[in-house]
């Protein structure tokens, strides 16, 4: 079925386009009025989540108030843990904490994973669909997981950290069973992200939200092989990879096949375009605390990014909009996007 | 007067040596049993900070300990705001928390600023005499602040953050006030490295520890210009700086003249290499978790990092030494450096 406004997924193959698309990570969230009144009347972020319905919902609302080029389903990268049997509690304030997390073999046997585990998230594929129906094919709809690294960081730290210094422990003291988890959470991934897709996913994102806590020799040992399978078993989906504050491993992204680079904003464009070329599509980058300056600021530092860039970019900031960023600041920063025009 | 183990001055100034020194940021803190006991005896950590025959104590326990090829002075470098007149509390396991933080005109007018805010800090400069009269010249004694940058993020943020989105809102909302604000920051800076290396410093180091949450654009215009000038100021003066999370920054840093640029562990030494030249000294960057290993990867990890710098370098954390490091663990990475010897 064609939908009526495709062209993220269009610049997202490598086509050249009209404007760059624009969508803004944590779209669907606190920015919106409308996500605070429905937060506030249910138990937690996650009955949220877990409710297909509400997720449906909360998906829509940045598209109807934005108008922006693409839904991402409301979700959380932390429904695969849970999947795999580690339950968690999204405590105010706080962030996610595990009552139990994996630092043993015995540990890693008491987990679910591959299609066993991704089974478990109906009430995510369910979401897709709702959402899918009630998009009728306006724009394109994101699915998205964590890369298997940051899910590992928190199944073994059991909560966020400044350092993930118990989860990077790990990877010292016991790199086996580190593998062994990797491996579990990526068959896992995988197979879930497979589900999303024939939910009415069109196009996957996968975040490495703590690649940059990781050394580059690291990251070529733990993260990169397991975005690689990924990438392998996916090989017929359009795939945006995020690796956060690693930009040393940008260029192996681009080189095993993602579609889309994302990038965070601590890197210029001319430096992002000699790492990865001038046809590499990217995703990114503007700073989210942009957003805090007047429209004028905000539509000049917007375009001089789009201008940077120079195309095969998909406009969006360089992490998770801010949830106290004006709501008039965000409509200026996409309005500014799509009155923008390649030249040639 | 001569100091007996000057390799680490000897590198700094660009000169060949038989090995790289060694030291570690936050050797004198928690990973030691002596400063442990001497932490819980006290009231609290500025009772440490403030107190200078305490602070000399705790600056000479790591050497005496580890064997270092430096001391680096104990101390903190939110004892600025503090002279400035914002006063902070250091809350246990929460961090740093200023009631006051710079918003308006009027805040700003109400700071001390150069030498008059500097001489506040008469128990810092004492500090230094007091240590620098036990060493005995038996190594160098390292002073250090922080960036004007990142010291401007807790006067106006008031606490530490994952973001520090109110003190970039600042930056991009108020920029004239913001430089007004670095610019007072920066004089008294200037004005108290100056008395530290009058007090006995031997070479001076400044920490631009959330230079990695600008983006490069904002880095140019409100942290390098500050660096710059404390680089001009204390042109007859050693200077270690150390912007982390900003690789992007680090030629600038070497071109102002830093004798030696610090590095994080997010870069491999060929990249830092291909950055920075190499004949720039540099300072780091083993991951502080690697020191979480069994002794052999320990060994194996520091070799490597030691062989692929190639010389020109101080050997180091990329980071601050985790307080849960095992002290041996420490031991056998200073040792290790210090058994190591350059081939040519």
Wanted: glycine residues 6%.
């Amino acid at each position: 079925m064609k939908i009526e406004n495709d062209l993220l997924l269009r610049v997202a193959r490598g086509e050249k386009v009209e404007r760059p698309p624009v969508w803004l990570m944590r779209q669907a969230g606190r920015i919106l009025p409308q996500y605070r009144e429905l937060r506030a009347s249910v138990a937690g972020f996650k009955a949220l989540v877990s409710n297909p319905a509400l997720a449906a919902e909360v998906t829509l609302q940045p598209v109807d108030e934005l108008d922006v080029d693409a839904a991402i389903i409301f979700s959380d990268i932390l429904v695969i843990p849970e999947a795999m049997g580690l339950d968690y509690d999204m405590v105010e304030k706080r962030g996610p904490l595990f009552p139990r997390t994996v630092q043993t073999a015995a540990d890693l046997a008491d987990l679910r994973s591959g299609a066993t585990a991704a089974q478990h998230l109906e009430y995510v594929y369910e979401a897709l669909r709702l959402t899918k129906a009630q998009l009728q094919n306006r724009i394109p709809l994101i699915g998205f997981a964590g890369a298997p690294w940051t899910i590992f960081a928190y199944m073994v730290e059991g909560s966020g950290s400044k350092t993930f210094s118990k989860a990077k422990k790990l990877l010292y003291t016991q790199p086996a069973l580190a593998h062994e988890l990797l491996q579990k959470i990526t068959d896992t991934t995988i197979a879930y992200l497979r589900l999303k897709r024939q939910a009415g996913a069109d196009i996957l994102q996968v975040f490495d939200s703590w690649a940059g806590i990781l050394s580059p020799a690291q990251y070529r040992e733990f993260a990169l092989p397991y975005l690689r399978q990924i990438r392998t078993a996916l090989a017929d989906d359009l795939l945006i990879l995020f690796a956060r504050g690693a930009a040393h491993a940008w260029p192996a992204l681009a080189e095993m096949g993602a579609n889309v680079v994302g990038l965070d904003w601590n890197i210029t464009a001319p430096a992002a375009r000699q790492l990865l070329g001038p046809e590499q599509v990217v995703q990114g980058n503007l700073d989210p605390c942009a957003l805090y300056a007047q429209e004028a600021d905000i539509q000049h530092l917007t375009t001089t990014m789009l201008n940077d860039f120079g195309g095969h970019q998909i406009a969006n900031l360089g992490h998770g909009v801010y949830p106290d960023t004006p709501l008039d600041n965000v409509r200026c920063f996409v309005e500014t996007v799509k009155n923008y025009r390649y030249s040639s």
